[in-house]
């Protein structure tokens, strides 16, 4: 079993929102940095957001700023992803992925995650 659960994907048109939802699998314990990544077929999966352990900073790729917003529910180790404005190219499988964090530092690259979830599909059509 994956040590996260993403909920929330689907089949979306241009211009319309989808809330993306992560939860850990099992008890946790600790404090984690989380994030969301992305991955179409023959590509690399890429950071999309970053939310640091504390809550307080949060980081996103260029191609979502002012259209992304990442949150976080610090007690139950929970994250969301809100997705307005979804483009065609937003089309993906988004994954959730959490480390143990570090204050208030933000974490970019796949390798840097220790949890990951098994993805949910997301598809934006035109």
């Known amino acids: 079993q994956a040590p996260l659960d993403e909920s929330g994907g689907g089949l979306v048109q241009a211009g319309d929102s989808l809330r993306l939802s992560c939860v850990p699998s099992?008890?946790?314990?600790?404090?984690?940095?989380m994030a969301w990544f992305r991955q179409t077929p023959g590509s690399d999966a890429e950071f999309v957001a970053g939310?640091?352990?504390?809550?307080?900073?949060?980081d996103y790729a260029d191609s979502v700023k002012g259209r992304f917003t990442i949150s976080r529910d610090i007690a139950n180790n929970t994250v969301d992803l809100q997705m307005n404005s979804l483009k065609p190219e937003d089309t993906a499988v988004y994954y959730c992925?959490?480390?143990?964090?570090?204050?208030?530092?933000?974490?970019?690259?796949?390798?840097?995650?220790?949890?990951w979830g098994q993805g949910t599909h997301v598809t934006v059509s035109s």
């Open positions: 992925a959490a480390r143990l964090g570090r204050g208030s530092e933000i974490f970019r690259a796949r390798r840097d995650y220790t949890d």
């Open positions: 099992r008890r946790t314990s600790g404090n984690y940095a």
């Open positions: 939310v640091s352990q504390t809550g307080g900073r949060t």
